[in-house]
């Protein structure tokens, strides 16, 4: 699944901040990667270039149980940004224009019978990036 614009159809751009936000895929495994319009992985200092199911920090819900479960992992936020971000901060360097790609590794079978209503996370334009 590739997404080229936010949730209100304005393309990405590393002019605003973003935060995706929604369920974890139904997928054994899953990742997020962010490209430049040449579809070239974003240049940035901080050499990360996406988040997957194992990478990304979750929201810990039962402070007595400090190793969060991989199935209890339901929903996540990653922010999308020029600037850095507390966590899960994905850098859009200087991206006139870029594209988030989610790939979802095995599937469960209702990705497949209904891929054009899978649940994806929604990218929300926050604010103008500070440069």
């Given at each position: 699944f590739v997404?080229?614009?936010?949730?209100?159809?304005?393309?990405?751009?590393?002019?605003?901040?973003?935060?995706?936000?929604?369920?974890?895929?139904?997928?054994?495994?899953?990742?997020?990667?962010?490209?430049?319009?040449?579809?070239?992985?974003?240049?940035?200092?901080?050499?990360?270039?996406?988040f997957n199911l194992d990478n990304i920090a979750y929201e810990q819900t039962d402070p007595d149980n400090p190793e969060?479960?991989?199935?209890?992992?339901?929903?996540?936020?990653?922010?999308?940004?020029?600037t850095p971000k507390e966590k899960n901060w994905l850098p859009a360097g200087d991206e006139k224009q870029f594209h988030l790609t989610l790939r979802m590794y095995n599937p469960s079978p209702a990705v497949y019978e209904h891929l054009g209503t899978v649940p994806l996370p929604i990218i929300r334009r926050l604010k103008p990036a500070e440069h």
């Open positions: 997404a080229s614009e936010d949730s209100d159809g304005q393309p990405l751009s590393a002019e605003y901040d973003y935060l995706l936000e929604g369920p974890a895929p139904d997928a054994r495994y899953w990742s997020y990667t962010l490209y430049g319009a040449d579809y070239f992985l974003v240049k940035n200092d901080a050499g990360r270039y996406g969060m479960p991989r199935n209890d992992r339901k929903n996540h936020q990653i922010y999308i940004s020029s």
